[in-house]
């Protein structure tokens, strides 16, 4: 009996948890996103089709994306948003890991460790992609305390994203 008990609290648990996604379904692309992450629609350069950001309820983790309609080489998006990033976020990386897939998509990453705005730990995780059409860049960023209550925010997000 205790057996069905926690194989019923699973199921609902389940089914629970998909209940609390939101969808984002555009032109060119789509994502999930759990319904408690909001979109910055405040953000002046805000444009649903190329630029956005998804802000945790907390609103201290982010994931902003950039799509563009014209190849970038993933290269100079990258060394721009590094460059950027190490003189406004993070001035003294603790660590620089590159990586080269997100989701379903293969580019060019980093993952720069350090003090975010000099104050506590953190990350900003950045990934670039392109093909001959379209170029686009994910920026990851959050702090170590409290990513574990995120991180599978961030790997719904990431798991979800497709061109369309």
């Known amino acids: 009996m205790k057996t069905l008990f926690l194989i019923c609290l699973s199921f609902f ?3 629970l948890s ?14 999930t996103h759990p319904a408690s992450w909001t979109i910055d629609k405040t953000d002046p350069d805000y444009d ?7 802000q945790s309820p907390d609103s201290t983790s982010m994931v902003m994306f950039i799509l563009l309609n014209v190849f970038v080489e993933n290269s100079v998006m990258l060394e721009a948003q590094i460059k950027e990033f190490k003189s406004q976020l993070i001035r003294e990386t603790t660590s620089e890991t ?4 997100w989701g ?11 003090k975010l705005m000099g104050v506590l730990p ?13 170029s686009m860049v994910i ?17 719904l997000i990431e798991s979800s994203f497709k061109f369309l």
Do not use: C, M
């Open 48 to 54: 649903p089709d190329g630029l956005f950001t998804l």
């Open 18 to 31: 998909a209940q609390q996604n939101t969808q984002i379904q555009r032109a060119h692309f789509s994502l």
């Open 104 to 114: 379903a998509l293969k580019g060019n990453g980093i993952i720069l460790r350090g």
């Open 122 to 134: 953190g990350a900003v995780r950045i990934f670039t992609w392109n093909n001959k059409e379209k």
């Open 139 to 155: 920026i990851e960023q959050y702090f170590d305390e409290g990513f574990e209550n995120i991180k599978n925010d961030y790997k």
């Open 13 to 15: 648990s389940f089914q």
């Open 98 to 101: 590159p990586f080269t897939t």
